[in-house]
């Protein structure tokens, strides 16, 4: 089915550990984006992609990684997990950025204890 | 750049009422504004976009919003709401390269 996915949906981790959050679109939309939620802060950009091999910073990318190696998945990587990263973790894609709609995934609820 | 700011954070109403739910921008350029929903355990859909002409925007289950350059406001309305309109709402404000979300307002619709 054409969609955006992510896994896993729920995550414990514990703090130093290594965490990759997966995110797969089927539209083939160019741009690709990761958001974290966190109450009283609506979402925060962490990484974004144009294009396979593109990718740029965020409002809060300090501690995390991505990739894009194809143009349908965009892997989001803890390198070393802390504790205010405790979040819910949302993808998205768009044809475009700034006018067009965003599509996003379920989200991700990782817990870094 | 821009930024966006949700004046309510919870809007308690009641079934059938008329609702609104305020957001302001700051921005130096033109922007696009748009209204996601957020149901529980979901992630956000679009509830409507302004990107050029008329000021007044409709979107789906309902929903308006209108554009207001002077005041740099787009507040959303419901003439009349249902239980099901219960969510989490966010208004987001982008120019070509830059989409930034405000805080989100917490809509709770009681019968």
């Known amino acids: 089915d054409a969609g955006i996915t992510q896994s896993p949906r729920y995550k414990i981790t514990e703090t130093g550990r290594q965490v990759t959050l997966m995110c797969h679109q089927t539209?083939?939309?160019?741009?690709m984006f990761w958001y974290r939620q966190d109450l009283g802060h609506g979402l925060r950009l962490i990484y974004y992609?144009?294009?396979?091999?593109?990718?740029d910073k965020g409002e809060v990318s300090d501690g995390y990684v991505v990739s894009r190696s194809k143009t349908e998945n965009f892997p989001l990587t803890l390198e070393s997990a802390t504790r205010s990263q405790t979040s819910v973790y949302f993808c998205?894609?768009?044809?475009?950025?700034?006018?067009?709609?965003?599509?996003f995934g379920p989200g991700t609820r990782l817990t870094v204890l | 750049a821009q930024s966006v700011t949700q004046l309510d954070s919870q809007v308690p109403v009641f079934e059938e009422a008329p609702v609104e739910l305020r957001c302001n921008y700051s921005?130096?350029?033109?922007?696009?504004l748009f209204w996601y929903v957020q149901y529980p355990n979901q992630g956000l859909q679009l509830l409507l976009k302004?990107?050029?002409?008329?000021?007044l925007v409709k979107g789906i289950n309902g929903f308006e919003a209108e554009f207001n350059k002077s005041q740099t406001s787009f507040h959303l309305r419901k003439p009349s709401v249902h239980i099901s309109d219960t969510a989490e709402y966010f208004c987001?404000?982008?120019?070509?390269?830059?989409?930034?979300f405000g805080a989100g307002t917490r809509l709770t619709v009681k019968p």
């Open positions: 998205a894609s768009s044809g475009t950025y700034g006018t067009d709609t965003q599509y």
């Open positions: 539209w083939s939309h160019s741009y």
């Open positions: 992609s144009a294009a396979a091999d593109i990718t």
């Open positions: 921005s130096s350029v033109s922007v696009y």
């Open positions: 302004y990107l050029s002409g008329s000021t």
């Open positions: 987001a404000v982008s120019d070509s390269d830059d989409m930034r």
